[in-house]
């Protein structure tokens, strides 16, 4: 079930302490909207759920395990653009006071990042904060950050 799903990570957690990561992760909404809640079978490997929809249930997982280190790796690389939004959210609350390895090829998910290092064939080519690294006119970093926010989007 959903619930047993978050509960993953701490198998004793209250019904309470579920849904508060789950809010927090921004499941909660969707879980509610499913037909029995959080007791929904969502299948093996969560086959039921959308690629945002299980991102979320994830985080919910790590929330409630609270643990003091995480990594993510390219936690939103297969999701559509609503989609990384809301999952973009939920790690925020996720990664607030605790360290963080977060590896990413979208930069939106680092652009908060108190330390930014950028690798190039195995090397780390530049280090950096977001503002600092686009600064740097030559850089890696600009020129991808760049390419992914063409849009008009600044730092």
Not at 136 to 154: A, I, P, R, V, W
């Amino acid at each position: 079930t959903l619930a047993n799903n978050i509960r993953y990570g701490k198998p004793n957690a209250s019904d309470d302490e579920v849904q508060e990561a789950a809010r927090a992760a921004f499941a909660h909404d969707f879980i509610s909207e499913m037909p029995e809640g959080y007791e929904t079978n969502i299948g093996d490997r969560g086959v039921r759920l959308s690629g945002g929809q299980r991102q979320r249930i994830c985080i919910a997982r790590a929330l409630l395990k609270n643990a003091p280190i995480l990594i993510l790796d390219e936690a939103t690389s297969a999701l559509d653009t609503e989609s990384e939004q809301m999952v973009q959210n939920a790690l925020n609350n996720l990664m607030r006071n605790r360290t963080t390895f977060v590896i990413a090829h979208r930069l939106s998910t680092v652009l908060n990042a108190d330390r930014i290092l950028v690798l190039d064939k195995g090397e780390i080519v530049e280090q950096g904060s977001h503002e600092e690294l686009v600064m740097n006119e030559n850089g890696l970093y600009k020129k991808l950050y760049s390419m992914q926010f063409q849009d008009g989007e600044t730092s």
